[in-house]
T-cell receptor, first 118, second 115 residues
Framework: AQSVTQLDSQVPVFEEAPVELRCNYS??????LFWYVQYPNQGLQLLLK??????LVESINGFEAEFNKSQTSFHLRKPSVHISDTAEYFC????????????????FGQGTILTVHP | DTGVSQNPRHKITKRGQNVTFRCDPI?????LYWYRQTLGQGPEFLTY????????KSRLLSDRFSAERPKGSFSTLEIQRTEQGDSAMYLC?????????????FGPGTRLTVT
């Protein structure tokens, strides 16, 4: 079984400050890792993903996340946040489903609400 | 590509009534997922379809819940004899065979309130 823990339920920051949203996962098999973002009154959108290869992945809007296998972490970072980054962020993993078949179902963390203040 | 759509967006029903939600995936996507999200929690997996076949169901999906995907296109999720604990956001996601093969595209969700 897989599980995801997002260590902070809420993170308030000021505009242009750096931010880190923490995510740890537990799995007995190799996983794929994702960060999804949910803006107010909108659906979930994929922010970035780690499937294989370079452990540092980046999004088009300045976020990055680093896969750390030894610490089973996939923390999300941004060096300078904007008001428009205010949203809820979800870390998720996927891996083999029932019978070892990879159905790609996602296991999500509880979410972190990022609030950027002017 | 108009994205994943879900209807209705909001549903208020009285305890004991039956409700049905619809999900229209991205047209070329053959894989479809249902999730449930309660307040303050991340989405939880409910069930998975590949084409018209329902290949996996979560233990969260009690006997009162049934999902179908006739002809491998749209999907419906029905809840019979609703309970207050069923109040949640029900999310649908779809995924294709190639190109972003591990990316699920989510619909806006159906918010169910059981009074």
């Amino acid at each position: 079984a897989q599980s995801v823990t997002q260590l902070d339920s809420q993170v308030p920051v000021f505009e242009e400050a750096p931010v880190e949203l923490r995510c740890n996962y537990s799995s007995s098999v190799s996983v794929y890792l994702f960060w999804y973002v949910q803006y107010p009154n909108q659906g979930l959108q994929l922010l970035l993903k780690y499937l294989s290869g370079s452990t540092l992945v980046e999004s088009i809007n300045g976020f990055e996340a680093e896969f750390n296998k030894s610490q089973t972490s996939f923390h999300l970072r941004k060096p300078s946040v904007h008001i428009s980054d205010t949203a809820e962020y979800f870390c998720a993993v996927s891996g083999p489903g029932a019978g070892g078949t990879s159905y790609g179902k996602l296991t999500f963390g509880q979410g972190t609400i990022l609030t950027v203040h002017p | 590509d108009t994205g994943v759509s879900q209807n209705p967006r909001h549903k208020i029903t009285k305890r004991g009534q039956n409700v049905t939600f619809r999900c229209d995936p991205i047209s070329e996507h053959n894989r479809l997922y249902w999730y449930r999200q309660t307040l303050g929690q991340g989405p939880e997996f409910l069930t998975y379809f590949q084409n018209e076949a329902q290949l996996e169901k979560s233990r969260l999906l009690s006997d009162r819940f049934s999902a179908e995907r006739p002809k491998g296109s749209f999907s419906t999720l029905e809840i019979q004899r609703t309970e207050q604990g069923d109040s949640a956001m029900y999310l649908c996601a779809s995924r294709g065979l190639a190109g972003g093969i591990h990316e699920q595209y989510f619909g806006p969700g159906t918010r169910l309130t059981v009074t």
